[in-house]
């Protein structure tokens, strides 16, 4: 890196969904821009190796295993940031999870349950337990929140996930709304297709669902994972000081036509 100072150097930022994929993208991206990571999925064994990878690389991280549908688990990532690092600057809240290939009145209401509760419970879980910890030490913070494309109209995915995602951009709005004066900043990306593992899998269930998802985009192609963590570091930077509120989009112009 040179003399260059890194976009969040010295920030301390907890990741969910850290362990494949968009999550694991930004830890390695945020720990090289000066961030001190903290890395929350369910899978602590590839947290582990994870964050042994960005030690390797001069980069500081600490593990927090658990659900962000679990507040306890949340709760513990917390202050697992705050008793490592000495407080919470920071949070990228990516987890998510969404299924594909069912009409509203054929899905399962058990899809429905997991995923309001991993998008939309998960967030405000996270939210509940950031917010406190970034007032504490009266020093503010950044938070954001991973939507999606579904979040701001119908992509075709499963219609409690387009609910779940519509509701992340509601709760990142809010949020914003009560904490701007306390000098907390909240946003939300509009995220399009990405090559995630859950995309991955998808479209090796439905192969056909590649072309599909990245047909109304102006650049057809999915994004690579880091493509969106670059977005969620730049909206956690002092760069982003003016933008709270907000559903920025990050979909190849999938929602400018």
Request: glycine fraction near 12%.
């Amino acid at each position: 890196m040179g003399d260059r100072v890194g976009l969040l150097q010295d920030r301390t930022v907890l990741i969910t969904g850290s362990s494949s994929g968009i999550g694991a993208s930004a830890a390695r991206l945020f720990a090289g821009e000066g961030a001190a990571v903290v890395l929350m999925a369910r899978r602590e064994d590839r947290l582990a190796d994870l964050a042994e990878s960005i030690r390797a690389e001069g980069g500081r991280a600490a593990v927090a295993a658990g659900d962000v549908t679990v507040a306890a688990d949340v709760a513990r990532a917390v202050t697992t940031a705050v008793e490592t690092f000495g407080r919470l600057d920071a949070a990228f809240n990516n987890a998510g999870w969404g299924s594909i290939g069912t009409q509203l009145h054929e899905t399962d209401d058990g899809v429905f349950d997991q995923i309001m509760d991993v998008n939309v419970r998960g967030t405000w879980n996270c939210l509940k337990q950031q917010i406190p910890a970034m007032l504490a030490d009266g020093g503010g913070g950044a938070i954001v929140n991973t939507s999606s494309t579904a979040g701001g109209f119908a992509t075709g995915a499963v219609s409690p996930y387009v609910a779940a995602k519509h509701a992340v951009l509601g709760l990142t709005r809010a949020a914003a709304a009560e904490y701007g004066q306390r000098g907390i900043r909240i946003n939300a990306l509009m995220v399009g297709s990405t090559r995630t593992e859950l995309m991955e899998n998808a479209i090796r269930e439905v192969p056909q669902l590649e072309q599909a998802a990245v047909a109304r985009a102006i650049q057809p192609r999915l994004a690579d994972p880091v493509e969106i963590a670059r977005a969620a570091a730049w909206l956690l930077s002092d760069q982003a000081s003016f933008v709270t509120g907000g559903a920025v989009p990050v979909d190849g112009g999938c929602s400018a036509v």
